[in-house]
């Protein structure tokens, strides 16, 4: 089955710095890749997400890339804000049947410090 | 408000006990999914529902048995609740095809004592 490692486990920025956050996934025939936030005692919420046709997204302060050769993806926040300081999870799927499942990463603590 | 909605969102239960937990959606969404979130924080799926069918059953002990009455409800009830079942569970659904985005509920933290 599909295997996603993330990292780094946690990181610390000043605000207004970049945050990056880095996924590798282990089956090639995933085509879908979103991004998690997860704050504290709420559900993972959809922060962005990317499909294998494209390479890059943006989303204002956030933008995902994806390189299905070296299969691996990232997440990266430009002019970080306290509110931004969360668990961030990535995962990947096959996407389209009824079969799929997202299988996600262990999760990145990010804290902003203002 | 649409949402996944969860209940109870907290639940403290004794060793042996039988409890459930309940989801629903009013997204209109086709599958759903229940996922635990142990401390480390890590999610793993433990069972998905498409139109009320069972399509994913991953390696969860069978005292874990999932109901769907109807697409828009996935309830999971556990029977001899065990201290290692303590973690905070996640409902979710989706719509399998183009858009293909999972809503997850607010969760419920289930601790057995």
């Known amino acids: 089955g599909e295997n996603v490692e993330q990292h780094p486990s946690t990181l610390s920025v000043q605000e207004g710095d970049s945050a990056v956050i880095k996924c590798t996934y282990s089956?090639?025939?995933?085509?879908?890749f979103p991004w998690y936030k997860q704050e504290l005692g709420k559900g993972p919420q959809l922060i962005i997400d990317?499909?294998?046709?494209?390479g890059e997204k943006k989303d204002q302060r956030i933008a995902v890339t994806l390189n299905k050769t070296a299969k691996h993806f990232s997440l990266h926040i430009t002019e970080t804000q306290p509110e931004d300081s969360a668990v961030y999870f990535c995962?990947?799927?096959?996407?389209?049947?009824?079969?799929?499942?997202?299988?996600f990463g262990t999760g990145t603590r990010l804290a902003v410090r203002p | 408000d649409t949402a996944v909605s969860q209940t109870p969102k907290y639940l403290v239960t004794q060793m042996g006990n039988d409890k459930s937990i309940k989801c629903e959606q009013n997204?209109?969404?086709?599958?759903m999914y229940w996922y635990k979130q142990d401390s480390k924080k890590f999610l793993k799926i433990m069972f998905s529902?498409?139109?009320?069918?069972?399509?994913i059953n991953e390696t969860v002990p069978n005292r874990f048995s999932p109901k769907s009455p109807d697409k828009a409800h996935l309830n999971l009830h556990i029977n001899s609740l065990e201290l290692g079942d303590s973690a905070v569970y996640f409902c979710?659904?989706?719509?399998?095809?183009?858009?293909?985005?999972?809503?997850f509920g607010s969760g419920t933290r289930l601790t057995v004592v």
């Open positions: 995962a990947a799927a096959k996407g389209g049947s009824s079969g799929d499942k997202l299988t």
């Open positions: 997204l209109g969404h086709d599958t």
């Open positions: 089956d090639s025939a995933s085509n879908y």
């Open positions: 990317i499909r294998s046709n494209v």
């Open positions: 979710a659904s989706s719509r399998q095809g183009r858009e293909w985005g999972y809503t």
């Open positions: 529902y498409n139109n009320k069918e069972l399509i």
